[in-house]
């Protein structure tokens, strides 16, 4: 049989596996999206103080919130036996506990959908035979992740149930920061598997930076979760100084000197700004060679973009931190990490290509 016989099969292949992966894509963005939200609604939950509101992990049965006087009295008596409550809560009444209540167990029954969104579309996508060989592994990974981000959710929950009046900031880091992870391989799978103009980046060494600020921007997303934990951003309100000066003394007050970068509210917010720094220069310095190395390429542009989005959320933090931290404010900061992370992804993944369809291997 020639080549010339083969190519309508080929062509029908091609066609096939390229609907698969549009439908696939759409719904990995669908996911994206609800994680998005998940880490919206987690900080609204950190800033309202309401993560310990429940006390137990009941990942089927706590899908269903209390229905009746005696099951919110029940709740509110497991509440009442923590240090938060006994220490910072004292006297509050059964309707100021359903107020923090919702608020986790929001974003516990937004963890849950997250998990069925992508459990229960997989399996369709799989046993149809939509999903080619080589993606499956990613996918079911991502599945994974999941499950132990929920683990590592009560993990962190469980730090402040004993001795502590609040989370572990050291815990909270890793769950955030975890959860960003799930969103960026979410969406770099699924740029991938966008059709994509071939365009050579401007330099070999591209690639690599792309992949540079994807990681600068995860280890923000770690800081900034330092930061949330401690509650240092309600300290030193004024930018560009801090406490005063450019470098503040006491960053490393505490003994030994480690402890400070993760315990010390001085030392990790200002760790914060300098990160804030490095990822806006290496932003900008990118977007500049981009534009001056390959004027008016789609790369150029995706570069000026990312360079752009974090301009906006370094003006965002600095907005939050001078007015001491609004929920409001807070939120749109949290919202626009998520953005800058997704738009270096974006822009990472577009710098190495998509992923060539099987029929034009």
């Not at 899908?63 to 509050?92: C, H, T």
Request: proline share 5%; glycine share 8%; aromatic share 10%.
């Amino acid at each position: 049989m020639t080549l010339s016989t083969h190519a309508p099969t080929l062509a029908r292949e091609a066609d096939g596996w390229a609907r698969s992966r549009r439908l696939i894509r759409f719904w990995l963005y669908g996911v994206a999206a609800l994680i998005l939200a998940l880490v919206v609604v987690g900080g609204a939950t950190r800033l309202t103080e309401s993560g310990l509101s429940i006390t137990e992990w009941k990942p089927i049965h706590g899908i269903v919130p209390p229905l009746s006087q005696a099951q919110w009295q029940e709740e509110f008596d497991l509440y009442r036996q923590i240090p938060q409550y006994q220490l910072l809560n004292k006297g509050m009444s059964l309707s100021d506990f359903q107020t923090i209540y919702w608020w986790e167990w929001a974003h516990r029954f937004l963890a849950r959908s997250v998990g069925f969104a992508f459990a229960l579309p997989l399996a369709f996508f799989w046993l149809t035979g939509r999903i080619e060989p080589w993606l499956k592994p990613r996918l079911v990974g991502l599945l994974a992740l999941g499950g132990v981000q929920g683990g590592i959710g009560w993990w962190m929950v469980a730090s402040g149930l004993v001795e502590r009046t609040e989370v572990s900031q050291y815990r909270l880091a890793v769950h955030l920061t975890m959860a960003c992870i799930i969103f960026a391989s979410t969406l770099w799978i699924a740029k991938g598997l966008s059709p994509q103009r071939i365009e050579a980046p401007p330099t070999g060494h591209s690639p690599k930076v792309g992949a540079l600020l994807v990681a600068l921007a995860l280890l923000q997303i770690y800081l900034g979760g330092l930061v949330a934990g401690l509650n240092a951003g309600l300290s030193f309100n004024t930018w560009p100084l801090m406490d005063g000066q450019i470098v503040p003394a006491n960053l490393l007050a505490m003994s030994p000197a480690w402890r400070n970068f993760f315990e010390n509210v001085m030392t990790v917010q200002f760790t914060h700004r300098c990160g804030a720094y490095l990822l806006f220069t290496v932003a900008l310095l990118h977007a500049i060679a981009a534009r001056r190395l390959a004027p008016g390429s789609r790369h150029a542009k995706m570069a000026t973009h990312l360079a752009g989005l974090v301009t906006l959320q370094a003006a965002l933090g600095i907005t939050t931190l001078l007015l001491q931290v609004p929920i409001g404010w807070a939120l749109l900061h949290q919202a626009g990490a998520l953005l800058v992370l997704a738009g270096a992804v974006f822009h990472a993944r577009e710098l190495k290509g998509a992923y060539p369809l099987p029929a034009a291997v």
